[in-house]
C-alpha cells in the first residue's frame, strides 16, 4: 500500500501514514496533539526497484527530472517520503535511520529546553 505525507492543521507536525488508495483522504489524527490532519506530498507510485542508474524518471512529487536510483532516493529523502514497495531489508533499514533521526531530533529538543531554561 502507498505511504501518504501529512501534516497537523495545529502544530504543524508532519508524519506519513500508510492506507489503501480509496482511503488516502481519511487521515489520522495528530500522533503530536490529535488534532486533524491534511495530506500533503503523495509517495511516489512508483518504486525504484528496477530503475537503472542512469534513467530518467519525473518525481510524482513535484514534477523535478531525476537521474538515476540515488537520486530519486535522495530526492524521497528530501520529501521525507518513503518509498512505497521496497524490499523489506531496505524499508527495515530506512525505518531504523529515520526512527534514529526522531530520537536525535527529540534529544535535542530536550537538551535545547533544558540550556533555555538555564538548568
Ligand atoms: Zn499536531
Same mark, same amino acid.
Request: charged letters at 30%; one cysteine or more; a neutral charge.
Given at each position: +500500500? &502507498?505511504?501518504?505525507?501529512?501534516?497537523?492543521?495545529?502544530?504543524?507536525?508532519?508524519?506519513?501514514?500508510?492506507?489503501?488508495?480509496?482511503? #488516502?483522504? !481519511?487521515? &489520522?489524527?495528530?500522533?503530536?496533539?490529535?488534532? &486533524? !490532519?491534511? #495530506?500533503?506530498?503523495?509517495? &511516489?507510485?512508483?518504486?525504484? +526497484?528496477?530503475?537503472?542508474?542512469?534513467?530518467?524518471?519525473?518525481?510524482?512529487?513535484?514534477?523535478? +527530472?531525476?537521474?538515476? #536510483?540515488?537520486?530519486?532516493?535522495?530526492?524521497?529523502?528530501?520529501?521525507?517520503?518513503?518509498?512505497?514497495?521496497?524490499?523489506?531489508?531496505?524499508?527495515?533499514?530506512?525505518?531504523?535511520?529515520?526512527?534514529?533521526?526522531?530520537?536525535?531530533? #527529540?534529544?535535542?529538543?530536550?537538551?535545547?529546553?533544558?540550556?533555555?531554561?538555564?538548568?
Amino acid at each position: +500500500m &502507498p505511504i501518504y505525507s501529512i501534516k497537523c492543521t495545529e502544530c504543524d507536525e508532519h508524519d506519513t501514514f500508510v492506507s489503501k488508495i480509496a482511503e #488516502r483522504d !481519511t487521515t &489520522p489524527a495528530c500522533h503530536h496533539c490529535n488534532h &486533524p !490532519t491534511v #495530506r500533503t506530498l503523495d509517495a &511516489p507510485m512508483v518504486t525504484a +526497484m528496477g530503475l537503472s542508474d542512469h534513467a530518467a524518471i519525473k518525481s510524482s512529487i513535484d514534477g523535478s +527530472m531525476l537521474y538515476g #536510483r540515488s537520486d530519486y532516493y535522495k530526492h524521497l529523502q528530501k520529501h521525507d517520503v518513503l518509498p512505497e514497495s521496497e524490499m523489506k531489508g531496505e524499508a527495515a533499514h530506512q525505518k531504523k535511520q529515520i526512527a534514529k533521526k526522531d530520537k536525535e531530533q #527529540r534529544k535535542k529538543t530536550i537538551s535545547d529546553t533544558i540550556a533555555k531554561l538555564g538548568a
